[in-house]
């Protein structure tokens, strides 16, 4: 079976930038561990994914902060993150999940057996909206989610997800 690691938006501004944090701040080292188990062909990543006219979207009218910004300094993927991360396999999202994700995982699971193991930020937007569109798109496909390895807006927030997911059949481990 191919084990396949997906690494949800580890972005500067997500980590110590305008929506970072101290519990994302010291998952990165967990991160990077996590990914260096895997071969980096099976090592994929979403990138949050926004233009200047952010706070103009129903996401920042909602959310009324910038970030992601593209081609802004927290836009980018951790450095020392993504240079594990092969370039064809960063998917740039302009929502919570990506679809385009979504899809290429199908398509490897049609093509040989995999199990999805899941890591980032943050734990109770694009982590847990990455899982259950990838759960809907493939039911039978085990998928798991490393808690040391994410962080949520909150911990609460965080620990809430978590429980969701687990509601959902997607293992937290």
Known sequence: MRKILLVIDMQNDFIDGSLGSAEAENIVQ?????IKEYPSEN?????DTHEANYLSTS????????HCIRGSKGWDIRPEISSLIPSE???EKGTFGSVKLAEKVAEMAHKEE???EMVGLCTDICVVSNALLIKAYLPEI????????CAGVTPEKHEAALETMRSCQISVI
């Open 30 to 34: 967990n991160v990077i561990n996590k």
């Open 43 to 47: 090592v994929f990543a979403t990138k």
């Open 59 to 66: 996401e920042g009218r909602h959310l009324p902060v910038e």
């Open 89 to 91: 396999n960063v998917y």
């Open 114 to 116: 995999i199990a999805i």
């Open 142 to 149: 085990p998928i798991s989610v490393d808690s040391s390895c």
